[in-house]
């Protein structure tokens, strides 16, 4: 089993406990059987494309958040922090050499 799937594995089950979600709960919200949560879960099935998106909605996440923790909330502070930081820059800019 590759590094990445394990860290899959790892990730789903840590956000579905976090979620406080029953395999067969995530498994209805996927449309998908129990068992294929189950199996996904052992590391005896992969899932498909659309499955892995299914599965971070019906968990509420990004799809990015199943292969690196919280990599969501990390890109969210980062976009956050740059646009706080321009938006001074350009109120700087604006105020000192726009109207001078």
Do not use: W
Request: glycine share 4%; charged share 25%; with cysteine.
């Amino acid at each position: 089993m590759s590094v990445s799937f394990s860290d899959f594995i790892m990730n789903l089950k840590y956000y579905r406990a976090k979620k406080n979600v029953s395999q067969a709960q995530l498994a209805e919200e996927c449309d998908c059987s129990n068992g294929m949560i189950g199996a996904i879960e052992a590391g005896r099935a992969k899932p498909s494309f659309d499955m892995i998106l299914s599965i971070a909605n019906a968990l509420q996440i990004h799809p990015a958040d199943l292969f690196l923790r919280d990599t969501s909330v990390s890109r969210n502070e980062l976009k956050n922090q740059i646009q706080e930081k321009l938006i001074d820059d350009i109120k700087s800019v604006l105020e000192n050499n726009l109207f001078d």
